[in-house]
């Protein structure tokens, strides 16, 4: 196997471009939907199911740069540029979270728990770089929602992670590209 | 559910608490002044009793508009993409806020405006 080492890594490569682009496609499907509308602010964070399912199957680097063209690509599409720092650091901060729960206590959590996580410390990144931006710490009266809309929607996105986790572990490819990337640690 | 779990759970939990208590339990208390800040400096205080009033802010960065009305205010009109200050509606409530993060702004509501404490009622 080792001299297709080559191949495999285009493989991964082509199968992280695939998850980054379906990241961008349910962002954009996200942005038509009135969620926000109850809670501003606020978003199912979809694209964050392959974000989790990256992490799940193969590096830190990986979901890094699945991360980086997601919010760069949704930001391009959607026109959305004076809010992409704050995009970024919510991306940053639940990367972060869900990296180091799924590296050092996979066992101790389960998917939806370190969903949950991420969509949390998205809101807290979110929240504490607009509270830098605008000089006050008194946009943290907001955060009772957003940990809300972050628990709410970190059990959907865990859920439906899981169910995507599983269907791609039947796929023997996918099983045999996720085990030669922990064989290489 | 995995012990992890739990303990997230509890956290979360807690957090909420911490949060959500004092920010719900003065809820009823008067609601005198807004306060609006514009790139993190003050802009304005408005009393929200000056039903009708309407307060545009022009930056280099967009355009808002907003209105007090029924002893809260509201942002009526923003010229910034995501319209997401719109959504927050009339906030009449102590601590309410209402951000545009795009044109940076942020308005909040105090109590008696210089009163610093914000208490609902002294009793002797």
């Known amino acids: 196997m080792r001299s297709f080492s080559e191949a495999d890594g285009l493989r991964k490569l082509s199968v992280i471009a695939v998850f980054a682009s ?86 101790a959590f389960s998917l939806t728990a370190v969903s949950v996580a991420g969509g949390v410390a998205h809101n807290l990144g979110q929240l504490t770089a607009a509270a830098a931006v605008l000089g006050t710490v008194r946009i943290y009266y907001y955060l009772p929602f957003l940990l809300a809309a972050g628990i709410v929607t970190g059990v959907f996105v865990g859920l439906a992670a899981r169910h995507l986790i599983r269907s791609l572990n039947r796929i023997g490819l996918f099983r045999e590209m996720a085990g030669l990337e922990r064989d290489g640690k | 559910m995995k012990r992890g779990d739990l303990v997230l759970m509890l956290i979360l939990a807690a957090g909420l608490a911490i949060f959500a208590v004092p920010r719900f339990s003065d809820s009823g208390s008067a609601a005198r002044t807004a306060i609006i800040e514009v790139d993190g400096r003050p802009y304005m205080t408005v009393g929200l009793d000056e039903d009708g009033r309407e307060i545009e802010i022009r930056t280099e960065r967009g355009y808002n508009r907003l209105r007090v009305s029924g002893g809260g205010i509201e942002m009526v009109e923003a010229d910034c993409p995501d319209q997401l200050c719109i959504g927050f509606g009339h906030i009449h409530r102590l601590h309410e806020t209402i951000t545009c993060l795009p044109h940076r702004v942020f308005v909040y509501i105090t109590g008696d405006a210089g009163g610093g404490a914000e208490l609902d009622a002294v009793v002797f």
């Not at chain 1, 978003?43 to 699945?66: E, Q």
């Open chain 1, 22 to 107: 379906l990241a961008v496609v349910l962002g954009i499907l996200e942005s038509m939907m009135p969620f926000a509308t109850a809670i501003p602010g606020a978003k199912p964070g979809l694209g964050n199911i392959l974000v989790l399912t990256c992490l799940w199957f193969f590096t830190g680097r990986d979901a890094l740069w699945l991360i980086a063209v997601k919010t760069l690509l949704t930001a391009f599409i959607l026109g959305t540029f004076s809010t992409f720092l704050f995009s970024v650091m919510g991306a940053l901060a639940s990367f972060a979270v869900m990296w180091t729960m799924l590296r050092f206590a996979r066992r």
